[in-house]
């Protein structure tokens, strides 16, 4: 089966810097998303991570260990518009049902004070 | 560029009818995902197509629940006959092919079965 697992609410202030675990039990490894929902609309594409290491991309970083099932999300300089839910999604990448698929972990709600 | 294009954006229905949702990914891409998100299980994989040709539909609840894509640019998902446990977003998604390539999704279609 397919677990990832994520805390389900965060809080925290604007300004401040938030990390979001996401640990992942899978029965293959292709790859691994964070995407972005705020209520009431669709999930965006945050960043993507394959290889073990830290990606960048403005405010937003994102960690993989492929070894410990692990990743996190960086978020730096909160704004009030980061208050949404971040979704981590797995590609497990069985040959059987293809390399595409996409297993997602609950999300964590993330609220940003003033 | 358009994005995914989702149709209709809300459904109120009584249990037993049937109900069509309806979708146009973005041009070029040769993914298509079916989701269907609820806050008790999150965002479910139903079905996903490459190519018009559908590859995994183990997500698929059950026999009420079927999906279509005739054509490079429309697919549908139906069910028939609806239950009141099947009220939830229901998104879709396209993407180029590469496990590394981000799903795109479209606004949801928000389904209330009374």
């Known amino acids: 089966g397919q677990n990832i697992d994520q805390p389900t609410e965060m809080t925290a202030t604007e300004g401040a810097i938030v990390q979001i675990n996401c640990t992942y039990q899978t029965s293959g490894f292709n790859g691994l998303f964070w995407y972005q929902q705020h209520a009431g609309e669709a999930p965006t594409f945050l960043s993507y991570?394959?290889?073990?290491g830290l990606e960048e991309k403005g405010r937003f970083s994102s960690f993989l260990s492929r070894s410990k099932g692990y990743s996190y999300l960086l978020l730096k300089e909160l704004q009030m518009k980061d208050s949404a839910s971040y979704l981590c999604?797995?590609?497990?990448?069985?040959?059987?049902?293809?390399?595409?698929?996409?297993?997602f972990g609950t999300g964590t709600r993330l609220l940003v004070s003033p | 560029d358009a994005g995914v294009i989702q149709s209709p954006r809300h459904e109120v229905t009584e249990m037993g009818q049937e109900v069509t949702l309806r979708c146009k990914p973005i041009?070029?891409?040769?993914?298509l995902f079916w989701y269907r998100q609820t806050m008790m299980r999150g965002l479910e994989l139903l079905i996903y197509?490459?190519?018009?040709?559908?590859?995994?539909d183990s997500g698929m609840p059950e026999d009420r629940f079927s999906a279509k894509m005739p054509n490079a640019s429309f697919s549908t998902l139906k069910i028939q006959p609806s239950e009141p446990r099947d009220s939830a977003v229901y998104f879709c998604?396209?993407?180029?092919?590469?496990?590394?390539?981000?799903?795109?999704f479209g606004d949801g279609t928000r389904l209330s079965i009374l």
């Open positions: 041009s070029g891409h040769d993914y």
């Open positions: 991570n394959v290889l073990d």
């Open positions: 197509f490459n190519n018009n040709v559908p590859i995994d």
């Open positions: 999604a797995v590609t497990p990448g069985e040959v059987n049902t293809g390399f595409q698929k996409l297993v």
């Open positions: 998604a396209s993407s180029h092919r590469g496990s590394h390539q981000p799903q795109h």
